[in-house]
């Protein structure tokens, strides 16, 4: 997956999440809490998501790593750099 | 000859989740969705747990728990159920207090919270705002040093009035008094504020029923009348469980059973270190609750009075007096036709707390007597609300710790499972055991509906974590189906 991508595989984990918010305006250096109604919960949902799709452990230490969507990606591009993203 | 409750069930599954409350149920349709093999085990045969309701001849049909949730709930059933149960959640909006320091109407959120502190009380914006802030900070994880009383104390010095509007529906809620954590009473009070009380159109009843459809579409294998035994463990390993006594395996237990009977009747001490084992011994469990349920005849009305009252006749919010058997406060649940659409029906609730103590050795002619009683002194306190209430109804029954205790398990019939130290206990199970794994009414603030469910939310992670770490490591699928 190139950085594209795996803003898209966050983009999409969001938007099954938050059906009600509108993920496509997501600005990438804001925290995501600011932009959407996310609370602890949320956040870990985001981890199961990314356990389900792609087989990868977020340990509780790293949650801070998924703050902003660039923090995402800069995160979990490593880790996602031999997958494809599931069409 | 006596039915198999257990015919057609396999002899393996990923994970076993003993006890169907909210906890339970939520964490066993997570984790079918992730995709493991589930087995729910309940030994009532009705499901739910607390979040439970009873019909009675004459077509009534009463609810334990459906007082109110936080708006919370919502999202937590669009998120981990369906949109349709989210979509069936309506607010409540007449919340009212009569006691002798105050009578008031709220719609128990912050900005009217605010208002009434602000005019009936007398208190300064600016404190209020803070108290708001300050309650709504607290976290889980937080320290534990400060009490609620001492919250209070240093908010609104000496105003048992404030005391009372704040904390009365807290204990309530979750049976918290002002000598606990602060972050407990903080952490459920801000859940509420944020933006009111809410409830389930269609009742518990049709709630369960969707679930249960849910649950089977997932692929959760559902048994009720099915009491789990014992869970088999080997080494420092879940191997299984021990269920109307036939063993079945299993590489995960999530119990939603209670802690205590979880630790020292499933699964057994010995399988513990010396040193959990005596913390575990340290958690206290909270109290329990008396009902009074109360139908109203079939073509009979009653007057909208509010939707949750909050009634007491002692001159101060005083933990020992709402415990105590001689009952001076109350709160009645009042169900309209708008909570079943279509049935046209009434129905009040009366809730008080209560200590297991004070019933558990009646002889049996006296509990009844005692039940008699009970229900009697809730119909002279509800006639100053609805003064025909003895004409218009015609089921009256009670229920006390002891009918908590039959139908829950739950040791002395505790309707808010532990006090906060039981949840470090929950969370440190799966160090003890792998695979071993709690959720449930823990350390108040997991308690209620909302912090049940998202209690099972946050378990059912940490088992999917360790199944497939497990399915990782073997790389093949475990269960084998006969």
């Known amino acids: 997956m190139n950085r594209e991508e795996v803003r898209q595989a966050v983009v999409d984990i969001l938007e099954d999440i938050a059906p009600d918010e509108d993920v496509s305006s997501i600005k990438d250096d804001i925290s995501l809490r600011e932009q959407m109604d996310l609370d602890s919960m949320d956040f870990l949902d985001i981890v199961m998501e990314l356990r389900k799709r792609f087989n990868i452990e977020v340990p509780e230490s790293d949650y801070q790593e998924l703050v902003s969507m660039a923090s995402c990606i800069k995160y979990l591009q490593p880790l996602l750099k031999d997958r494809q993203l599931a069409s | ?482």
């Open chain 2, 1 to 482: 000859m006596k039915r198999d409750w257990l015919k057609g069930a396999n002899s393996a599954y990923d994970v076993v989740v003993i006890g169907s409350g909210l906890a339970g149920m939520t964490a066993a349709n997570m984790l079918a969705k992730l995709g493991h093999s589930v087995l729910l085990a309940e030994h009532h045969y009705n499901m739910g747990g607390l979040a439970t309701w009873f019909k009675r001849k004459g077509g009534h049909i009463l609810d334990i728990s459906l007082h109110g949730f936080p708006s919370g709930m919502v999202k937590t059933f669009r998120k981990y159920w369906t949109k349709e149960m989210a979509d069936s959640v309506i607010r409540l909006k007449g919340i009212r207090f009569d006691n002798p320091q105050f009578k008031l109407i709220t719609t128990f959120d912050k900005v009217d919270f605010t208002n009434i502190l602000q005019e009936r009380f007398g208190i300064v914006k600016e404190v209020i705002d803070d108290f708001f802030e300050t309650a709504r900070n607290m976290n889980f994880y937080d320290e534990l040093k400060m009490t609620t009383r001492e919250l209070f104390e240093s908010f609104f010095p000496g105003r048992k009035d404030v005391w009372r509007f704040l904390m009365e529906p807290i204990t309530y809620a979750n049976g918290s008094t002002l000598d606990d954590p602060a972050l407990s009473y903080g952490i459920v009070f801000s859940n509420f504020m944020d933006k009111g009380v809410f409830t389930y159109q269609g009742g518990t009843d049709e709630l369960i029923k969707k679930m249960k459809k849910e649950l089977i579409k997932n692929g959760v294998d559902i048994r009720t009348h099915c009491l789990v035994e014992k869970i088999h463990i080997e080494g420092k390993n879940v191997k299984g469980v021990k269920i109307n006594g036939k063993d079945i395996e299993c590489r995960s237990v999530l119990s939603n059973s209670n802690i205590l009977s979880t630790i020292h009747k499933l699964a057994g001490d010995e399988n513990f270190s010396s040193e959990f084992i005596k913390e575990v011994k340290k958690v206290r469990l909270n109290d329990s609750s008396c009902q009074v349920y109360i139908g109203i005849k079939k073509g009979e009305k009653i007057d909208n009075v509010g939707d949750l009252l909050f009634t007491s006749v002692a001159e101060e919010y005083d933990t020992e007096k709402i415990l105590d058997k001689q009952v001076t406060s109350r709160t009645f649940s009042f169900y309209y036709p708008e909570m079943r659409p279509g049935l046209d029906r009434f129905a009040i609730v009366s809730s008080t707390n209560a200590r297991f103590k004070d019933w558990a050795n009646l002889s049996e002619e006296e509990y009844k007597i005692e039940k008699e009683k009970l229900i009697k002194s809730t119909l002279d306190a509800l006639e100053k609300y609805v003064p025909d209430i003895r004409q218009k109804a015609d089921y009256f029954e009670a229920a006390t710790p002891k009918t908590f205790k039959r139908y829950t398990l739950a040791p002395t019939g505790t309707s808010f499972g532990t006090k906060f130290e039981g949840l470090k206990i929950s969370r440190d199970l799966p160090k003890q055991i792998n695979g071993l794994y709690h959720s449930g009414s823990v350390g108040i603030i997991m308690s209620g509906w909302l912090g049940a469910a998202n209690y099972g939310v946050i378990v059912a992670n940490e088992v999917d974590k360790f199944m497939r770490s497990l399915k990782n490591k073997i790389q093949e699928m475990a269960p084998t189906s006969v």
